[in-house]
């Protein structure tokens, strides 16, 4: 089946840096990807789809200038989490689809686990 | 919009218990209804999936049934493992949303 990767599955920063969290598609192409936190024992809560070549679309609630994603090519997105926060501590996953269509399988990243002191 | 209701847990069985995770589903349009596993440690993989009415989803001995009439994509399984212990969540997309909507998911623990 579609890979999809993060990088890197781990990090600890300090207060006020910003850090970035790689989302690639292996072996596939993906016009969009997602971008999710999950908080410990509780699900996924989607934070914006990335659209290669365009602007981001964020959820309600999701600051743009906090969290910025960009996707440069087919095969990568990128979310920046700037200024960090304690409160941004979480497991961030980004997913993708290869056909394009809602309706199908949607392939999952391992996730990024950000600890910020 | 589109939401996803999935019965909380936590739920512990014995091994060879009977399984059921209720989940049910709000949408506009017509949604394709998902089951996704998470693994200690690991990413969500997808487990069983159905894309229209009265389709049944089924994988590694688990089924679900896509319910229009109850709005309903409950997941069952007749003889469960240690190897089943995972956290589980109900998800729905539309042809008119490219996103996925997760329930709160539901943590299985099976014990020997």
């Known amino acids: 089946g579609a890979v999809v990767s993060q990088h890197p599955s781990r990090v600890i920063c300090k207060s006020g840096t910003s850090v970035k969290i790689e989302c690639r598609s292996l072996d596939f192409q993906a016009t969009t990807m997602f971008w999710y936190r999950q908080f410990p024992k509780q699900s996924l809560m989607l934070m914006a789809t990335?659209?290669?070549?365009?602007?981001?679309?964020?959820e309600q609630g999701v600051e743009k200038d906090k969290f910025l994603i960009n996707h440069a090519s087919l095969t990568l997105s990128t979310l920046t989490v700037t200024s960090a926060h304690p409160e941004d501590s979480s497991f961030y996953i980004c997913?993708?689809?290869?056909?394009?269509?809602?309706?199908?399988?949607?392939?999952f990243g391992p996730g990024t686990r950000l600890t910020v002191l | 919009g589109n939401s996803v209701t999935q019965m909380e847990g936590p739920v512990t069985l014995s091994e060879e218990a009977f399984l059921t995770i209720n989940c049910t589903y709000t949408?506009?349009?017509?949604?394709?209804l998902f089951w996704y596993v998470q693994y200690p440690g690991e990413g969500l993989q997808l487990l069983l999936k159905?894309?229209?009415?009265?389709d049944k989803g089924s994988n590694k001995g688990f089924e679900a049934t896509y319910r229009k009439e109850t709005t309903s994509f409950h997941l069952e399984k007749g003889s469960v493992q240690v190897s089943d212990s995972a956290v589980y969540f109900c998800a729905l997309t539309t042809d008119n949303n490219n996103d996925m909507r997760f329930g709160a998911g539901t943590r299985l623990t099976v014990k020997p």
């Open positions: 990335s659209n290669e070549g365009s602007k981001a679309t964020y």
């Open positions: 949408a506009t349009g017509y949604p394709s």
């Open positions: 997913s993708a689809n290869p056909s394009g269509r809602a309706t199908d399988t949607q392939y």
């Open positions: 159905a894309t229209k009415a009265d």
